[in-house]
């Protein structure tokens, strides 16, 4: 319509609403090895995404969904909810019922939460129950922010120590 709006840029330390995340990981044999990489992340989630204040949790999915770990903040509680997930021997990625799961649990805690659903797969949707368009529809609702990362089984975690020299120009 062409009239300014005021825009406000929400950093890490600047807001205090608290930041509930669900990490929604892929947990059929497919992802196996991916998992083995995944596990290593749970110690860091309080301190570099959640914050102080903010609470994760670990949802897996394959052919059945299991919440690992319910919402904290504890970073020990975290780490081992990665450390058990199991994986299923069939070649089911119910992905959309557990986005679905992830936005009834959003659904359950309070308004006042800033909500990211973070999807760790190594492969597409096979055999979930629920259409994408009704979960989709759900997490718009819910104000829920979705990221989808493909995790590589295959291309090794690199550090900031490995990492080639930046080019300059």
């Known amino acids: 319509d062409g ?43 309080q301190p570099l995404i ?13 052919s059945e969904l299991n919440l ?11 780490t081992a909810a990665f450390h058990k997930i199991k994986t299923h021997s069939d070649g089911a990625a119910r992905m959309v019922d557990g986005v679905a799961e992830a936005v009834r649990l ?10 990211v659903l973070v999807i760790l797969s190594v492969s597409t949707e096979r055999g979930s129950e629920i259409q994408l368009e009704d979960v989709l ?12 990362l493909v995790v590589s089984a295959y291309v090794p975690v690199r550090s900031e120590l490995d990492l080639p020299p930046a080019h300059h120009y």
């Not at 825009?7 to 497919?30: E, K, R, W």
């Not at 959640?50 to 394959?62: I, P, S």
């Not at 959003?106 to 909500?115: G, I, L, P, Q, V």
């Not at 529809?137 to 989808?148: I, K, L, M, R």
């Open 3 to 45: 009239r300014p709006r005021k825009i406000q840029l929400d950093t890490f330390d600047s807001t205090a609403i608290p930041l509930s995340v669900i990490i929604l990981v892929q947990s059929n044999t497919t992802a196996e090895a991916a998992i083995r990489k995944v596990q290593k992340i749970g110690s860091m989630i």
């Open 50 to 62: 959640t914050g102080e204040h903010g609470l994760a949790a670990v949802l897996a999915f394959g």
């Open 68 to 78: 690992g770990q319910d919402f904290t903040n504890d970073p020990r509680q975290l």
């Open 106 to 115: 959003f659904r359950e805690r309070a308004d006042d939460e800033r909500r």
């Open 137 to 148: 529809d759900g997490a718009q609702v819910e104000g829920v922010t979705v990221f989808p």
